[in-house]
């Protein structure tokens, strides 16, 4: 189509791409990713390779690093689950930092006002645990309605939301249920704590000190399950095929409605389910801020899976690392940085991979 | 309450409203050339972040303003590239964006959390005209980013409605196959439309951070990137109606403020947090609005929104 002129670039789609290459991409990738963060890092004044080295050390050199990993890694497990479900039907929720909120000021009501304090524990887990399912699946319902039946942008209302939530929140930690006026509440009975490895160190002697807690067993029960729900049911199949091709979908006889809003339930209870872990397991309070945007980047981590809920758990051992590591390194927010980095170089250059690059006279 | 309340209120509602009617305006030109950038927020930031850096360091606000432009244009040109040439989803490519923005402003601005005496852009009552009652102080009587938003609106509204190249863009975001047929550039259109969208998130960041709350604070924009988002939809893509609506958003999201003077919100503070809840639910609310009416009207998004254009291939 190109006359004369000087020598143009063109991209042009792979028809088929080749084997070595999709082994190999998600390295490519993330060395990629790793460079362009290390371009940054020198921009704003660290040393790229000392910052890399020093977390990697905290965040996957000792057991005891690996437990604070698993601590981070758990509630991103479970955020990025739900998260995927949406995104499997192509529905963007990306308010799963509200959810998680909801849920977990659910699961805090229920632990502390709801249930005596001598409830068994088991009993208490599994009521908190219900509550912030609920309390997150109500916080996925309603953008899900506005979706299915008016038809309005997921990406908006989920956000909008999520702001609510922060201020819904904020409301109780510093108001009904303060403490003193802080934006906390009073600590949960023993009977609300997630059983923490530590706690089984005089059996396990090897456990002790690890304050990593059993949500991570949950976390992981649960990607398996879904692994089976979209290998092997009919439910995730038909998931599939909506995002897929509504338009096939609606022929096949799917219910479209009701799905949108059932998927954006699932969603957005296994976001407060994640709120509940951190809070029954981790801080064992409600707090102003306890997640440091854990629903944010499980949606990378969601993304960078593919939506397969194994590699979610993966990656968000790589992640919770990240956060670990960033949390010991100056300045604040390099973790966040490297989040944005690695997103927008395994996006952009997925794509590119797909391409050959053809120089055309 | 009185009519000077409401004079207070509306004033308030177009200076605060000012950064989010910039990105909202830009969003409008890159959506209809047919890319939808979901990162305004981390391209504000960026803006708000690096105006606010260069003001402080070279004592002149206006050189702030013109970093705020060139960042947001280069992120812009980022999500372009992965978008429009790599053809790569548009909604994760922004959400990346976002998220690389919200970082990386955090970590430039570190060293400015403490800096509260960076030059501001300077405050301007028209001469006359400030002096008119009630329209005065609403109109006339403001910091001068915000005169240029107010000017903004409607010139963006003359170009896309009234002049030839505004013809050609609502063609590439309708018909690409088609204006691509006519001899427009559509590649090329959407790379300058998107990096435009970009240089104007860019500009409402550092509206906000030069002018209208002016500091720098880590995640300062609250979500008025999202919220410009929401406005375009609201907007049915048309920047004279997103005035309207940032406009309101900025006195609903001022309202706060003011409602915490009130005899029920001084005995009961805790409810400063439903306040706080307002705008964000009344942008919730406006798209509820705007989808009964769009559909009504069948007014809808540009048609080509969100898919890549390749001229091989069948176009929408």
């Known amino acids: 189509m190109h006359r004369g002129g000087a020598p143009r670039i063109r991209f042009e789609r792979r028809l088929e791409q080749p084997r070595w290459l999709s082994i190999a991409s998600p390295f490519i990738l993330v060395a990629a990713a790793l460079a362009v963060g290390a371009a940054l890092l020198a921009l704003v004044g660290a040393a790229p390779l000392v910052v890399y080295g020093r977390m990697a050390e905290i965040a996957f050199g000792s057991a005891y690093g690996w437990s604070d990993t698993t601590i981070k890694a758990t509630p991103l497990i479970l955020a990025g689950l739900g998260v995927s479900i949406a995104f499997k039907m192509r529905l963007w929720n990306i308010g799963a930092e509200g959810q998680l909120f909801i849920g977990a000021w659910c699961a805090t009501g229920v632990a502390l006002f709801l249930m005596p304090k001598d409830t068994p524990q088991a009993l208490m887990l599994l009521a908190m645990g219900l509550a912030g399912f609920i309390g997150g699946a109500f916080w996925g319902f309603i953008p899900g309605v506005l979706k299915a039946k008016l038809n309005i942008n997921e990406i908006i209302t989920t956000l909008m939301l999520t702001y609510v939530a922060f201020q819904w929140n904020n409301f109780f930690v510093y108001g009904p249920w303060s403490q003193r006026g802080f934006g906390l509440t009073e600590q949960f009975p023993k009977s609300a704590w997630m059983p923490r490895f530590t706690d089984f160190g005089k059996i396990f002697p090897a456990f002790q000190g690890m304050t990593a807690h059993f949500g991570i067993l949950l976390a992981v029960i649960l990607a398996v399950f879904l692994w089976f729900v979209w290998r092997r049911s009919k439910w995730g199949f038909g998931v599939k095929i909506i995002g897929d091709n509504p338009r096939a979908a609606r022929y096949a006889g799917i219910n479209l409605t009701r799905n949108i809003i059932v998927v954006m339930m699932l969603s957005g209870g296994l976001a407060g389910i994640a709120g509940m872990v951190e809070v029954s397991g981790v801080v064992h309070r409600l707090q102003e801020r306890f997640s440091p945007g854990y629903g944010y980047t499980a949606i990378i981590i969601a993304w960078l899976a593919k939506l397969n809920p194994l590699a979610i758990i993966l990656v968000s051992y790589l992640f919770g690392g990240l956060l670990v590591g960033g949390d010991a390194i100056q300045p604040a927010g390099i973790a966040g940085m490297l989040q944005g980095v690695i997103l927008f170089v395994v996006v952009g250059g997925e794509s590119m991979l797909q391409y050959r690059i053809r120089v055309e006279r | ?316």
């Open chain 2, 1 to 316: 309450m009185d009519l000077s309340f409401f004079v207070v209120l509306l004033a308030a509602g177009i200076r605060y409203g000012t950064g989010t009617l910039f990105a909202t305006i830009g969003e409008i030109f890159a959506e209809r050339a047919g890319v939808l950038n979901v990162g305004i927020e981390g391209m504000m930031l960026m803006g708000a972040v690096t105006a606010y850096g260069a003001a402080y360091y070279t004592g002149n606000p206006w050189l702030g303003l013109l970093v705020a432009l060139i960042v947001g244009g280069v992120m812009a040109l980022l999500h372009a590239f992965v978008t429009i040439t790599l053809r790569a989803d548009q909604v994760v490519s922004g959400l990346a964006l976002t998220l690389l923005g919200a970082g990386l402003s955090a970590v430039i601005g570190a060293p400015l959390v403490e800096v509260r005496d960076a030059p501001q852009l300077p405050a301007f009552p028209i001469p006359g005209l400030a002096q008119i009652p009630i329209l005065g102080p609403i109109f006339f009587d403001h910091n001068v980013i915000v005169y240029i938003g107010l000017l903004a609106a409607p010139i963006a509204w003359w170009y896309i409605y009234r002049t030839r190249p505004g013809m050609e863009l609502r063609a590439i975001g309708e018909y690409p196959a088609a204006a691509d047929v006519l001899g427009i550039a559509v590649i090329r259109q959407r790379y300058l439309y998107v990096i435009f969208g970009g240089m104007l998130a860019g500009l409402g960041g550092a509206a906000l951070s030069l002018a209208i709350t002016p500091l720098w604070v880590e995640g300062m924009t609250a979500g008025q990137g999202w919220i410009a988002l929401g406005l375009v939809i609201f907007a049915s893509w048309n920047p004279l109606r997103a005035a309207l609506g940032a406009y309101l958003f900025g006195a609903i999201g001022r309202l706060p403020l003011d409602l915490q003077n009130l005899p029920l919100f001084l005995a009961n503070p805790q409810l400063g947090y439903f306040a706080r809840m307002l705008p964000y639910l009344f942008v919730i609310l406006l798209m509820i609005i705007s989808a009964r009416g769009n559909m009504r009207r069948r007014i809808g998004a540009p048609a080509a929104l969100g898919q890549p254009y390749v001229r091989e291939e069948r176009g929408a």
